[in-house]
């Protein structure tokens, strides 16, 4: 039995004069609970993470586990882009047969109490338990597991709120306290990368959305104010970008579904998601083309 552990850098892995490489970083976390390879992936700071290194780590994440060659991944990550990579590998892995951890840190290696290496052990630990096979992605942080679906990061960690948790790492063993979500339909192309998000606010001029489309993008998410409201000066041009194939899907603040007198004009609720992980699920929805009609049907399904 095999994990494969994929090491990104980032925070995780800062000390004072370097950063320390996956093999390092296993060495501090302890004996792992199965044979580990590892494999150093030169990616962007979290905060710049480029859509092509998103795809590129949920694509090795996707060919381990299908081709049965590891029992489980953890992949370390920074922590301010670390939701969005996570759900993107959930929905293009499918109904993954091994676990999948995505991990990071909150305090470098040279912090006097740093969280990494702890973080990383009870993420082996669960990548390794058979209860986490088939529950897609998730995110482990300060012992919590979280289902990328919810995950969402605060000032202390992640929360999966309004959601309930699920699960902790407790004394080498996965317990689940809530059953994880759904299982997403996995992409079965590549994905689309050209997808804006836009945050809504009073008077917002709706040339904003036409902009973001005249340079390329393929689809709009925009997060509504509340309940996923957006003014009422963008519904014309919602109606024109629709009309032109091009889907906008509104996310709301509180995570609920009804996005009110928008979807009228053609908008597509964002099924609860954040906006973050909405435009994930666009990117997955377009995947094949297909346009408005099929961002329709991928988020009717999520």
Known sequence: MTLLLIATGDLIAHR??????GRELLDL?????????????????????????Q?????????????????????????????????LTDLMTGPAR?????????RPL????????????ESLTAAADPTLRGAGAVVCLGDELHASRWATLTNGGFTSAPHPRLGRVIDGKVRLTSPPPPRPPHANGEPET?????????????????????????GVVLEGTGEGNVPVEL??????????DLPVVIASRTHTTDIGMAERVGAISAAGLSAQKARMALMVALSKGGGVEAAIRYFASL
């Not at 004072?16 to 490489?21: D, E, H, K």
């Not at 091994?98 to 909150?106: D, K």
């Not at 050209?194 to 393929?218: C, N, R």
């Open 194 to 218: 050209d997808i804006a998000l836009l945050k809504t606010y009073p008077d917002m001029p709706p040339s904003l959305l036409t902009t973001v489309t005249d340079l390329g993008a393929q």
């Open 235 to 244: 519904f014309g041009t919602i109606m024109e970008l629709t009309s032109m």
């Open 55 to 87: 795809l590129a780590l949920a694509r090795r994440v996707r060919k381990a586990i299908a081709e049965d060659e590891f029992t489980g991944v953890v992949v370390t990550h920074g922590v301010d882009t670390l939701e969005e990579t996570a759900f």
């Open 98 to 106: 091994g676990g999948i951890v995505f991990t990071g840190a909150l």
């Open 110 to 121: 040279h912090h006097a109490t740093p969280d990494g290496p702890k973080n990383l052990a």
């Open 16 to 21: 004072a004069a370097n950063v320390a490489t």
């Open 29 to 53: 976390a302890g004996p792992p609970p199965e044979r580990v390879v590892v494999e150093d992936v030169l990616a962007e700071p979290s905060w710049d993470t480029s859509v092509s290194t």
